[in-house]
């Protein structure tokens, strides 16, 4: 994984370059060594939460599966970061789930048409996010998921109660979470 290269540069000076990817990997390394289990306990938090959204939403909701999984790396990988904060998770999903909802509404009964209404889903849940101050990336592609396949009492219901739980763990275990990024 390791390359060298010899860089000569205008006034004829020779540098050699290179190792980057092998510095990167014995950092890597040394941080997993480090606090492996944080690596190990977070994962399986995330995996353990996400194994209950699964259990509940169809594979017919895979956009939204997808924006929730994005969710639990962003609370249990980068558990300090703005976006992991219980307001961000909960409000920003809330912003996707109602934007999707929203844009659901409006017909959309060709290709092209589709294609805008999505487009405007997630544009407008980035809007709301950011004005609310509720930014949650993941957030937005609820709003696509609900845009493209409506959204029901069941869909509703699982999202709110999976960005609490992941609100609940994270804040539960904050003390013992380590940004792992």
Known sequence: FCFSAKIVS????????G?????????MDAEFRQHWKNYVLQSILAAVALFI??????????????????????????????????????????????????FSLIPHPSLLSSLMVYSLAVGASIFIMVVTDTEHPPASGTALGVAMTGITLNVLIIVIVSVIIFAVIHRMCKPYLKDLT
Do not use: W
Request: net charge positive.
């Open 10 to 17: 205008d006034e004829g000076v020779v540098r050699e370059r």
């Open 53 to 102: 959204v699964l259990y509940f939403l169809s594979m017919q909701h895979a956009v939204i599966i997808a924006s929730l999984g994005a969710t639990a790396f962003i609370v249990f990988a980068m558990p300090a970061n703005i976006t992991a904060q219980a307001r961000n998770v909960i409000g920003g999903h809330i912003v996707g789930l109602s934007c999707g909802f929203l």
């Open 19 to 27: 190792g980057y990817l092998k510095k990167s990997l014995l950092k």
